[in-house]
């Protein structure tokens, strides 16, 4: 099976000039933990996650004003640019999925942007695969398929 069969073609992007307080909004309105950052052509320039997010707000520079200011007010005075991964892997629509999973797992990343010509057409996620999984595993039950994938 080919990325391109399970890549998501809906793609939730950010420019890098944005604010953070953006990057929560947009992934919070589409149930996204990842968010490729676009240049104005669309070609990928980093990802910022959730992750990338919850560390910014735990740093020490913010930490101190944690609970003093609120938080809409710290994440929107920095651009996404300031915290997102710009040594972004990536990989083709082509390549096959278990590339992409195994890339996934040594790399330590939870999504793959799907580039062609450098710019972003899809994502391809670890729910995504593991949605495959469950369902080709005839012997998973129902419940155990639901909360493995639930989280978008």
Same mark, same amino acid.
Do not use: W
């Given at each position: 099976?080919?990325? %391109? =069969? &399970?890549?998501?073609?809906?793609?939730?992007?950010?420019?890098?000039? #944005?604010?953070? !307080?953006?990057? *929560?909004?947009?992934?919070?309105?589409?149930?996204?933990?990842?968010?490729?950052?676009?240049?104005?052509?669309?070609?990928?320039?980093?990802?910022?996650?959730? %992750? =990338? &997010?919850?560390?910014?707000?735990?740093?020490?520079?913010?930490?101190? #004003?944690?609970? !003093?200011?609120? *938080?809409?007010?710290?994440?929107?005075?920095?651009?996404?640019?300031?915290?997102?991964?710009?040594?972004?892997?990536?990989?083709?629509?082509?390549?096959?999925?278990? =590339?992409?999973?195994?890339?996934?797992?040594?790399?330590?990343?939870?999504?793959?942007?799907?580039?062609?010509?450098?710019?972003?057409?899809?994502?391809?996620?670890?729910?995504?695969?593991?949605?495959?999984?469950?369902?080709?595993?005839?012997?998973?039950?129902?419940?155990?398929?639901?909360?493995?994938?639930?989280?978008?």
């Amino acid at each position: 099976m080919r990325v %391109r =069969d &399970l890549m998501s073609r809906h793609i939730v992007t950010i420019a890098p000039s #944005d604010s953070c !307080l953006e990057a *929560v909004a947009r992934m919070h309105q589409d149930r996204v933990r990842h968010l490729p950052v676009v240049n104005a052509d669309r070609t990928l320039v980093g990802v910022v996650t959730d %992750r =990338d &997010l919850r560390h910014h707000l735990f740093s020490p520079e913010l930490f101190k #004003d944690f609970g !003093l200011v609120p *938080v809409d007010v710290l994440l929107k005075g920095v651009p996404v640019a300031a915290i997102m991964s710009t040594d972004v892997i990536t990989i083709a629509q082509n390549d096959d999925m278990v =590339d992409a999973a195994r890339r996934m797992r040594e790399e330590k990343v939870g999504s793959l942007p799907v580039v062609e010509g450098g710019r972003v057409v899809g994502i391809i996620t670890e729910t995504d695969l593991l949605r495959h999984i469950c369902r080709a595993d005839a012997a998973a039950s129902p419940a155990c398929a639901e909360i493995i994938v639930s989280y978008p």
